[in-house]
């Protein structure tokens, strides 16, 4: 379904975007916003068809987070679909190698995701969709989250943040029992049927990252990591060592 889906928007909808609509900032966003669709689409269809149940915040909690950094844990394939179904104006990060994928490349393509084949111009186009107020998903792990080990996280999202001044939204992703995760076939099926939890836990501003710009990403890089190991997502909801409200930057 998924595969049929971007296929019909890569070959129809988004060529008769382009005959029709002629401004390319315009066409993006109206591409985006087609995606957010047709992503809610396929998560109400795999709830409906008892595939997959999804525990998903007010729409509200993540429209609020336009122009903010958007950080997660990655515990499954469908992560991002779950985030950009619930977040009109989104922009990502996406693999060079999806630009292979025949299901994916035109959707790609038509939206402007930014992708990461060109590391010297990444920084300042994820600076112009923040300037623009998209909202910008980074997974910090840059893979999918192991079951059950520690979380690492990659500096990408904090140098990005730092350096382009921008504040995260910190949102935490669990799923039970655990599907659709690193190195595990999408067809291998739970006994029970998962549920998808979507919690966006906190505002992060890094007027307190002030030091050299190095030094910051590595304290915020070590803060968030420290963080997302403290919270416990093992039971699909948000708890923790300490409160998640009162928790202090250290």
Partial sequence: MFGVGGLLL??????????????????????????????????????????????????????????????SNHPTLIDVVSLISLIPHADCVVKAQLFKNPFMRGVIQSTGYITNSDPEGLLE??????RRGSTLIIFPEGTRTKPGKTIELQRGAANMA???????????????????TKNEPWYHIPKIRPTLTVRLVRDWSIDSYNENSSHAARRLTRDLELFFNQVNIENG?????????DYQQS
Avoid: W
């Fill in 125 to 130: 186009d994820c600076a112009e969709s923040l």
């Fill in 162 to 180: 730092i350096r382009t001044g921008s504040n995260l939204a910190v949102c935490v992703l669990s799923c039970k029992p655990s599907t659709l």
């Fill in 237 to 245: 909801t948000v708890k923790s060592r300490i409160e998640t409200a």
């Fill in 10 to 71: 890569s070959l129809i909808v988004f060529p008769l975007h382009r005959v029709f609509i002629h401004d390319v900032s315009s066409r993006r966003q109206r591409a985006r916003f087609i995606v957010h669709q047709s992503f809610r689409f396929f998560i109400k269809m795999m709830q409906y068809v008892g595939v997959i149940n999804f525990d998903f915040p007010k729409a509200a909690t993540l429209t609020d987070t336009r122009g903010k950094i958007l950080v």
